[in-house]
């Protein structure tokens, strides 16, 4: 079992940046693919980025965040990070870390097995 503790939301100027950090307790989440989504009310959690297990720099990120948002782990720390940049007010969501036990950090949210509560990002124009 991996639980999954998410941090680092807020409310922030479009422009601005914030770092999210998904902290797991339990196992080892540097044997998991992790992904990042994103969810605003009415809709479905939209991936956002993900990491590949047993790296630090496999990442893939969906189109409407390249350039601007980044994935990343420490495994010291037991901890996957998700840095947001030049956020724009379409960003604003609740925001949710989960694992898979598996290599890739597939896209779809219904592949995962594991779920940290989410954080809320508010972006402001």
């Known amino acids: 079992q991996v639980q999954l503790a998410v941090s680092g939301g807020g409310l922030v100027q479009a422009g601005g940046s914030l770092r999210l950090s998904c902290a797991a307790d339990g196992r080892r989440l540097s044997g998991y693919a992790v992904g990042w989504f994103r969810q605003t009310p009415g809709k479905d959690r939209e991936f956002v980025a993900g990491?590949?297990?047993?790296?630090?720099?496999?990442?893939n990120l969906a189109d409407s965040v390249k350039g601007r948002f980044t994935a990343s782990r420490d495994d010291a720390k037991n901890t996957v990070y998700l840095q947001m940049s030049s956020l724009k007010p379409e960003d604003t969501a609740v925001y949710f870390c989960?694992?898979?036990?598996?290599?890739?950090?597939?896209?779809?949210?219904?592949?995962?097995?594991?779920w940290g509560q989410g954080t809320q990002v508010t972006v402001s124009s």
């Open positions: 989960a694992a898979r036990r598996s290599l890739v950090a597939v896209t779809s949210s219904g592949m995962y097995d594991y």
């Open positions: 990491i590949r297990a047993w790296s630090d720099a496999d990442t």
